[in-house]
């Protein structure tokens, strides 16, 4: 965009009100009511000079923790961000406020580099967006000339330890930034809930001084929704039709299996792009733009993609196959929804997911102390596909949080299910597991319940036991999900060295001798599928809307989109979808209407207001 623009307005903002409360700050530029959660108590410290370590879930609002001390405060604040993905999109946001924002990276021009020095040098840069490696160079700080640095933000913090997911090598460095600023204030700030992250962040960072500002960890506005595998792709079609004209990411373990469901959906009619790390630089960064700037795209994606997205209304993710871990779930979920409006987390899963990631720990060469902990995290996960409880409670309790036992936004709480004392059943199944040796996988075990005439039950004399065909009752898929139930319960475990074989734990012989009742809780319903022969779920951000303010909301969106290109920046750098909805629905009139919406400031109102009124006005 247009650098003197930028700059008068810049100067025009903060110059003018030298005096002004943050609050006042945030509604004259943001165009926000109110500061959320503990933003203002964050605010309000690090403006008085003293760190602050920030614990908040994605979506509740982490980056104006800094973003907005950093307008406020005399000097330059710098920004250390790990990927150069999310600099340019803060800094892109930062401009349309009018905010002085800039970043410094590898693969800038000479020219704009310059620039961006120069100006930095002549105190006309509020923030500064760098990689971890440069802040810590020598002569970084002589950039500034006479400049002060007034306050370090490191977001991404949790980079810095190498036991959360995302270790990068470069954030070690920052723990030189205590020594090397002296007297400056710094904010570090991250998504991830796990405590022993949290200790190393503050360990490797040096924030013992610093304030720890926790939220919950709930994310409200994502509707959980975990599904046994029955045929994937109609799944997924499904799911997808419900999210029609919105974008949203869908995650799947391999490459191949990346290329191969984005190739599939686009012949059945849905817009989607691959993303791995195995491909094409350029064509990956095309795909990463696309999702971006259109509103109506599906990425299909590795876990690869991730970090990056600043993207506000991505409106679902979902996981076709089982995530590395709770933690990698709710991160990888925790990317829907950012604006807080209703958004879907959506996971489908069956045995065979269980018994590859067993076979990728068993095989793996960590050591042995490293697969203990990765088995842990894998029956964790599995506790929370299996409960027949709400999926919120399980999920938040994982990380050490209280919650009500009914969130009322999840499958399970949606659609109750039922539960059922399966403890013959599960004598059955386990008796079936011993009797043949603790030798087969759940396939052969399930032959053998059933009665079935095979090859291998011939060949091993299973049809002789006195198991063979006790479990006619219950079909194979309700076998399945006993045995799947069985080993979140910790009754059997999964052998790799034997080739996937079932083994019974030691907890299986309180189930012998009735000690313990079986719960088990009856998913042989796809509750997609369920949910759909009643009233269907409506891409979410428009449930809400008339047919009328529907149709005002699609024009707005229009605009929003030309402007968008015309600015070269992604549409919800215009304006968030939030916005678009309350212009449709509230319908300002005046220039005093229109600045009361939430997401209108100052800036923007003078760039484009008049715009989107006459839209309004014409609708
Ligand atoms: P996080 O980094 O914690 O994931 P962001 O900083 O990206 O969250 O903020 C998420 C969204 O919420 C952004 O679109 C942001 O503009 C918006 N937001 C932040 N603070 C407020 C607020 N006080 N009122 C309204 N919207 C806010
Ligand atoms: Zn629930």
């Not at 104006?64 to 405060?73: K, R």
């Not at 817009?271 to 971006?292: L, S, T």
């Not at 790799?496 to 189930?511: F, I, M, N, S, T």
Request: net charge neutral; hydrophobic share 40%.
């Amino acid at each position: 965009m247009h650098a003197s623009n930028q700059r008068s307005a810049t100067t025009a903002l903060f110059d003018a009100a030298p005096t002004e409360s943050p609050v006042d700050v945030l509604r004259r530029v943001w165009g926000y009511p109110a500061f959320r959660g503990k933003q203002a108590d964050v605010i309000r410290h690090v403006m008085a000079g003293k760190d602050a370590l920030v614990l908040f879930p994605t979506g509740k609002g982490k980056s104006l923790c800094f973003q907005l001390p950093g307008a406020c405060l005399p000097g330059v604040t710098v920004v250390i961000s790990p990927l150069v993905a999310l600099m340019r999109d803060q800094v892109e946001e930062l401009k349309a406020l009018g905010i002085a924002a800039e970043c410094l990276w590898s693969q800038q021009s000479e020219e704009e580099s310059r620039d961006v020095r120069a100006r930095l040098r002549a105190g006309q840069i509020k923030l500064i967006y760098v990689t971890p490696e440069r802040v810590v160079l020598p002569g970084f700080a002589g950039l500034f000339g006479d400049v002060p640095i007034s306050l370090i933000a490191i977001d991404e913090c949790h980079c810095v330890s190498s036991w959360g997911h995302n270790f990068r090598k470069d954030y070690l460095g920052l723990g030189k930034l205590k020594e090397l600023y002296p007297g400056v204030p710094r904010i570090a700030l991250t998504a991830t809930a796990d405590p022993h992250t949290r200790d190393d962040i503050i360990r490797q960072l040096e924030l013992d001084d610093a304030a720890v500002f926790g939220d919950s960890f709930d994310r409200p506005n994502i509707t959980y929704h975990i599904a046994e595998r029955d045929n994937a792709r109609s799944q997924l079609i499904r799911f997808l039709q419900r999210h029609e004209g919105s974008s949203g990411i869908v995650y799947c373990l391999s490459r191949r299996k990346v290329e191969e469901t984005a190739a599939w959906l686009n012949d059945h009619g849905i817009k989607a792009r691959p993303y791995h790390a195995g491909m094409d630089p350029a064509v990956k960064a095309e795909n990463q733009d696309a999702f971006r700037m259109e509103e109506d795209l599906c990425l299909v994606a590795t876990v690869a993609f991730g970090m990056g997205i600043n993207k506000p209304n991505v409106r679902y993710v979902a996981h076709l196959d089982l995530p590395s871990s709770v933690e990698g779930y709710y991160q990888e979920t925790g990317r829907a929804g950012r604006d807080g409006l209703p958004s879907e987390a959506f996971m489908i899963y069956g045995m065979q997911d269980i018994v590859q990631r067993q076979r990728m720990i068993d095989e793996g060469d960590a050591t042995d102390e490293i697969k203990r902990i990765e088995r842990a995290k894998l029956s964790a996960l599995l506790g929370i596909c299996e409960t027949a409880g709400c999926r919120r409670k399980a999920i938040l309790s994982h990380f050490g949080e209280a919650a009500p036992d009914r969130c009322g936004n999840c499958d399970t709480c949606n659609n109750p299910v039922e539960t059922w004392d399966g403890s013959e059943s599960s004598i059955k199944a386990l008796a079936a597991v011993y009797r043949t040796g603790e030798r087969f996988g759940t396939a052969h075990v399930i032959d053998v319940l059933l009665g079935k005439d095979t090859e291998r039950t011939r060949k091993f004399g299973h049809d002789q036991l006195a198991v063979f065909g006790v479990g006619k009752e219950l079909p194979a898929h309700a076998w399945q999900s006993i045995f799947r139930q069985l080993l979140a319960l910790g009754y059997v475990r999964v052998a790799h060295d034997e080739y996937g074989a079932l083994k019974l734990e030691p907890a299986a012989h309180r189930v012998f001798k009735k000690e313990v009742a079986v719960i088990l809780r009856r998913d042989a319903v796809d509750t997609v599928r369920k949910r759909e022969r009643g009233k269907p779920v409506v891409a979410a951000t428009r449930a809400r809307l008339t047919d009328e303010d529907e149709k005002l909301f699609q024009a707005l969106r229009a605009e929003r989109l030309a402007i968008s290109k015309t600015l070269g920046v992604a549409p919800y750098v215009v304006f968030p979808d939030t916005t678009l909805v309350s212009f449709a629905t509230v319908r300002p009139k005046t220039e005093q209407e229109m600045l009361s919406i939430s997401g209108v400031g100052a800036t923007k109102f003078a760039r484009y207001g008049e715009k989107f009124m006459a839209i309004i006005a014409g609708g």
